[in-house]
Each structure stands twice: as structure tokens, then as C-alpha cells.
């Protein structure tokens, strides 16, 4: 069964910088399209970055372009997020998701991705 994994999160400073990690299992990693989204208690979860694995395509939302990197590493079955000059507004917790399904566009809506990690909370303070 697929498995995702997130770590990485924590709290830092304003202008600072996190790499989270999603580590899967139970997969072929290479055909999948995997995302990395976020959800503020009380709030939608948003997708922020999408990367079809085997292509290396990628799509970010406007809220982090520039600022955010989202990678792979096939050899390891491993996603990453790398978020640099974090800002308050990107406090909340990360989950990584993925799906089989060869979308067109590189979606980021929550409801197209099938398997979903338990989530990583990154906290950003003024």
C-alpha cells in the first residue's frame, strides 16, 4: 500500500529557511504526480507545488513562486520542498500527496490526489 512520510517542518524566523521531505513506499515513485500542500485550522487546504516525477515538470501557486522549490529524487523515492524566505502567512502544516493519474496541468486541487501523508507543521514567526 502507498506510504507517505513528510518530516522536515519546524518553527524559524521570518526571512528563514526549511527543507521538508516526503519519502514514499508502496509505489512505482516515477509514475506518479506528487504535490505538496498546506491547511491553516479553519481553512481550506491549499495545494502550493506540483511536480510530475518522471518529467520534472513543475507548477507553484503565486503565493511562493520564487521562493519555494519543489524536487525529487527518483533513485530514493523522495519529494522536497524547499522553502526559503519564509513569511508568517506560510505557517501551517505541510502534507505531501500523491496520484496516478497523468493529469493535465499539473493540478493542485486537493480533491484530484488519492494518497495523502499525516503532515509536517512548519511555524514562521515575525
Known amino acids: 500500500q502507498v506510504r507517505l512520510v513528510e518530516s522536515g517542518g519546524g518553527s524559524v524566523q521570518a526571512g528563514g529557511s526549511l527543507r521538508l521531505s516526503c519519502s514514499a513506499s508502496g509505489l512505482t515513485f516515477s509514475d506518479y504526480l506528487m504535490a505538496w500542500f498546506r491547511q491553516v485550522p479553519g481553512k481550506e487546504r491549499e495545494g502550493v507545488a506540483a511536480i510530475q516525477i518522471d518529467s520534472g515538470n513543475t507548477r507553484y501557486v503565486d503565493s511562493v513562486k520564487g521562493r519555494f522549490t519543489i524536487s525529487r529524487d527518483i533513485a530514493e523515492n523522495t519529494l522536497y520542498l524547499e522553502m526559503n524566505n519564509l513569511k508568517p502567512e506560510d505557517t501551517a502544516m505541510y502534507y505531501c500527496?500523491?496520484?496516478?493519474?497523468?493529469?493535465?496541468?499539473?493540478?493542485?486541487?486537493?480533491?484530484?490526489?488519492?494518497?495523502w501523508g499525516q503532515g509536517t507543521q512548519v511555524t514562521v514567526s515575525a
Open positions: 500527496a500523491a496520484d496516478s493519474t497523468r493529469w493535465v496541468g499539473l493540478p493542485l486541487e486537493r480533491h484530484l490526489y488519492n494518497y
